[in-house]
């Protein structure tokens, strides 16, 4: 039950930080950090986390061109 809380607060901070980054590199570092903190609260590897969440961070807006803060 515990680990299922701290998905879900880790999931409600990555939501609202979601969009943030004005450039690829931005987000890609938003996405580096969401990525190793869902890692870490759900016991998985911090490297992998990180550079999943980077590597959609750094795509988003390649993809959904219309997404907020997607310039």
Avoid: K, Q
């Amino acid at each position: 039950m515990a680990i299922t809380l701290r998905l879900f607060g880790v999931l409600a901070v990555a939501a609202t930080l979601a969009a943030c980054g004005e450039t690829d590199v931005e987000r890609a570092a938003t996405g580096a950090a969401i990525g190793g903190a869902v890692a870490a609260a759900t016991d998985g590897s911090l490297a992998e986390g990180a550079l999943y969440g980077a590597a959609a961070g750094a795509v988003v807006c390649n993809v959904t061109p219309g997404a907020p803060n997607c310039y």
